[in-house]
């Protein structure tokens, strides 16, 4: 059973350019969540999606991300313009209700170098 | 404010004796708190839960134990070995709430 799949899994941009990341969560999995790491402020929730509706966004830094989930399958985080305080390691994750322990299953992460 | 905190940002063992990772919590409502390990270049791996009912879960080496009076939980490792080397992330959650409110992480060093 495949894992949560993220690409790229590098990526290296100029300042001022358009990121865009991408998650396939696992199937089945009715909730998703996009994390970003930095060695400053550790792991941040930036955003999360349930049965493809947002949720909760109060974790994005600015307006330039933005999320979408168009189906149970796919999610993009998009910057956009990218600046180097961008620069970071990005986990997809995603969970099944009902469990009872609400654990979150990662991606192996994107990191993001912006120049 | 942190909700979750692992107050020691890293941890050294000699392999084969226990390590002990610690995390504390401050509010009162949550109900599952679990463990992750994460290796470099890797995403977060999911290794134990307890909930709130419970004091104390165990899975093979790994023990979580669980003191609600003191908002305090841990997680020993017995015996040590060196692919146990990596960064221990402590998570908690409330039943009603799906996201998990991270701790800063503690890195354990296995020393051969």
């Known amino acids: 059973d495949a894992g949560v799949i993220q690409s790229p899994r590098h990526e290296v941009t100029e300042m001022g350019q358009e990121v865009t990341l991408r998650c396939k969560p696992i199937s089945g999995h009715d909730y998703l969540f996009w994390y970003r790491q930095t060695m400053m402020r550790g792991l941040e929730l930036l955003i999360y999606f349930n049965n493809n509706v947002p949720i909760d966004d109060s974790g994005m830094p600015e307006d330039r991300f933005s999320a979408k989930m168009p189906n149970a399958s796919f999610s993009t985080l998009k910057i956009q313009p990218s600046e180097p305080r961008d620069s970071a390691v990005y986990f997809c994750a995603s969970s099944l209700e009902g469990t009872g322990t609400n654990t979150q299953y990662f991606g192996p992460g994107t990191r993001l170098t912006v120049l | 404010d942190q909700q979750v905190k692992q107050n020691s940002p890293s941890l050294s063992v000699q392999e084969g004796r226990i390590s002990i990772l610690n995390c504390d919590y401050t509010?009162?409502?949550?109900?599952?708190f679990l463990w992750y390990k994460k290796y470099p270049a890797e995403g977060p791996t999911f290794l134990i839960s307890?909930?709130?009912i419970k004091d104390k879960n165990e899975d093979g080496r790994f023990t979580v134990f669980l003191n609600k009076s003191a908002k305090h939980l841990s997680l020993h490792i017995v015996p040590s070995q060196p692919g146990d080397s990596a960064v221990y992330f402590c998570?908690?959650?409330?039943?009603?709430?799906?996201?998990?409110?991270w701790g800063a992480g503690t890195k354990l060093i296995i020393k051969p």
């Open positions: 509010n009162s409502m949550f109900d599952y």
């Open positions: 307890i909930s709130s």
């Open positions: 998570a908690a959650s409330g039943d009603s709430n799906y996201q998990l409110i």
